[in-house]
């Protein structure tokens, strides 16, 4: 075996590790019963597991395959997609939506198209922390820095740059905690948290009409926007 799951009907989904072309089990957990097996997996397929659709992203270099785990069974629902940019990881966002790839490359989990570059050609994402409470999500760069987005456009909030090499980072309350590495040594340095309170801000709205509804350039004419909301 080279990678595995466990899903939150007791079962352990495993990937090959050998032998080029293999199979993916399904588990019992609690037996260690054989439940199903599906052909025609490559080997050592890194998997991703979506809990709320019960899908299973199995990762085969450039290409990628999805497994329906519901009840006892896996069944394959998709032949491999080739598009994919042959990323060492990825990770899911929180809907099940999206996949981060470690190069920066964000795609579709509907038909795996590509629907968004989050950085430039020469960075590298090392780890993905998704923190929905704030409706953030942060990407541990390969440089040791930290970039801060907004998980609903994906749009940056900040750069943070803490001493050191970043390895992991989490918030708790208005602070947020980065692992790091320095002279070979571990140190947790604690900042305040990027986008505190994000979570609750809500959309703008934008509300306005106007006076008279036709005319020309001669009218004048009159806008209200006082039912806008920020």
Same mark, same amino acid.
């Given at each position: ?11 352990i989904?495993?990937?090959p590790?050998?032998?080029q ?8 957990l609690s037996t260690?019963?054989?439940l ?33 785990v519901k009840?006892e069974?896996i ?38 198209? *590509?629907?968004?570059?989050l950085?430039a050609?020469?960075q590298?994402? #090392? =780890?993905?922390?998704? !923190? $929905? %409470?704030e409706? /953030?999500?942060?990407?541990v *760069?390969l ?5 801060v987005?907004?998980?609903? #456009? =994906?749009?940056?909030? !900040? $750069? %943070?740059s803490? /001493?050191?090499?970043v ?7 208005n602070?947020?905690y980065y692992? #790091?590495?320095v002279?070979?040594?571990?140190v947790?340095?604690k ?36 039912k806008?909301?920020?």
């Amino acid at each position: 075996p080279y990678d595995f799951v466990i899903t939150s009907n007791e079962k352990i989904i495993v990937s090959p590790g050998s032998g080029q072309w293999g199979a993916i089990h399904a588990y019992d957990l609690s037996t260690g019963q054989l439940l199903a097996s599906v052909p025609s997996v490559y080997q050592k397929s890194k998997l991703i597991y979506d809990e709320t659709a019960q899908i299973i992203y199995a990762f085969e270099g450039s290409s990628i395959r999805k497994y329906d785990v519901k009840g006892e069974s896996i069944s394959q629902l998709s032949n491999a997609y080739y598009n994919l940019d042959n990323s060492d990881d990825y990770w899911l966002s929180p809907d099940g939506a999206n996949l981060i790839a470690s190069s920066g490359a964000m795609y579709s989990t509907l038909d795996f198209q *590509l629907v968004g570059e989050l950085l430039a050609l020469s960075q590298n994402i #090392t =780890y993905v922390v998704y !923190d $929905e %409470i704030e409706n /953030i999500v942060s990407l541990v *760069l390969l440089d040791g820095s930290v970039r801060v987005l907004n998980l609903s #456009t =994906y749009e940056i909030i !900040d $750069e %943070i740059s803490v /001493i050191g090499n970043v390895l992991f980072t989490y918030s708790e309350k208005n602070y947020a905690y980065y692992l #790091t590495e320095v002279d070979n040594e571990l140190v947790v340095v604690k900042k305040y948290h990027p986008c505190f309170n994000c979570g609750s801000n809500v959309k703008p709205i934008a509300s306005f009409s106007y006076s008279p509804v036709n005319g020309d350039t001669s009218e004048e004419y009159t806008f209200d926007a006082s039912k806008s909301s920020d």
